[in-house]
């Protein structure tokens, strides 16, 4: 079974599921791939994840490093979820590229990658902000690849940059 839940942000609605004990999405509202990873029948109910979720989300669009990470579980192919996993090591505030990402999975895994292939794992992350896949730009620095929007990363990006400041 899957759980959903509405969360009302600053970039708009966004969709919450989880397993029951972990977040396993969120999408903001008119992303690509929204709720790609839920084929189980979903039912709308509130949960523990769902409240820890949007104590993050709050402290988050507040301008402050949340203290804390919701339990997560996404969904996806052993190499999607290596990369979700690095994207999560990718500091508030700060960004890097998809070949960069390519060259840290190829050094920790053993295994070469293009930055291509590490952006099209980036691109189906299924836990947007949380795992900040809107810290990932282009070779020459451009907002390129962000599955909620270009002007929604470039909001996220401006309020940790201007947290990050402060």
Known sequence: MTYLSYVHSPVGRILLASNGDALTGLWLEGQKYCAATVTDPA???DL????????WLDC???GKIPPFTP???????PFRR???KLLLTIPYG???TYGTLAARYAAQYGRTTSARAVGNAVGHNPVS???PCHRVLGADGSLTGYAGGTEKKQ?????ESAAHRE
């Open 43 to 45: 039912e709308e109910r």
């Open 48 to 55: 523990p994840v769902f409240a820890e979720t949007r104590k």
């Open 60 to 62: 988050y669009f507040s």
């Open 71 to 77: 339990p997560l579980a996404p969904e996806g192919t």
């Open 82 to 84: 290596a990369v979700w």
């Open 94 to 96: 700060e960004t890097t």
């Open 129 to 131: 902000v949380i795992i």
């Open 155 to 159: 909001f996220l990006l401006h309020l």
